[in-house]
């Protein structure tokens, strides 16, 4: 098989994946008309059509489903014998994409970003942050980073040294005329700046003392999907707000925010950097894991 074949079945598995042209040319950091390019002239040289084009949407042909359900392993396969190249190397090379929580993402990475990429000079990281839960595997991720509960089965779990804990902070003014809550029920007598994820479900605030778990489901005019918009709308007043501690720290240090129910909020589960297990971690990979666990 010609390198130009070989590009071509890469570029199709790619469009196959994500049923998006668009999407397909950024995993593969080309352009959209590219990846149209390459997928007429599969088109062409096979003589069957392998997707339905419309404006609005992309999907498989039955052709088109055959031939993905083939290749996909085999492409992985393929991808799977140059990683373990890798590890024959005497220092990291080449790209490692990882998959994070968006809240967490600037405390969890930060220093580890800096200390990897000067130490290892042949390694590229690339991150995206999300809270939309993903799965590593079909997003074509060489590793995750989730709490503990939110591991997918198949997986291989690497406690990395950062822990978190969630406060519930309100500011001065909105204290003012309010008593600060004593117990996670008081939070019913509040206005309360809600979490929603990507998909649309509201988070609720959970709380635990001496093994008592108690979850609070609140409420309030604003919603929002970012912990950083929570911080800064209970900093000009709008509410309580329910945030990792360290993306509250610059407002509890400079006093714009206060924190409330501190006995009721212990440190959080332990967070774990995952990737698959039937993979062999790359030279790069292991270098992201001991940085982690550092």
Known sequence: ??????????????????????????????????????????????????????????????????LFARLDPALEDMRSAVE???????????????NVPNSIAPFVLGEVTERLLKHNPGLKLEVIATDTMVDIVEGGFDAGIRFGERLSPGMIAVRINARFRFTVVGSPDYFKDRPMPATPQDLHNHVCIRYAFPSGTIFHWEFMRQGEVVQVEVDGPLTVDSQELMADAAARGLGLAYVWEERAAPYLQAGRLLRCL????????????????????????????DAMKA
């Open 1 to 66: 098989m010609e390198n130009g074949e070989l590009a071509e079945l890469a570029a199709f598995a790619a469009v196959a994946k994500q049923l998006s042209f668009h999407k397909a040319a950024i995993e593969r950091g080309t352009s959209s008309s590219a990846m149209s390019h390459a997928i007429r002239n599969l088109e062409t040289r096979v003589g069957v059509r392998l997707f339905h084009r419309t404006t609005r949407s992309v999907s498989l042909t039955e052709a088109g489903e055959q």
């Open 262 to 289: 501190e006995e009721w909020c212990p440190v959080d589960e332990n967070i774990f950097l995952y990737f698959p297990s039937r993979r062999n971690p790359s030279a790069g990979l292991r270098a992201l894991i």
């Open 84 to 98: 373990e190249l890798n590890s024959y190397r005497a220092t990291p090379f080449g790209t490692i994409r990882i």
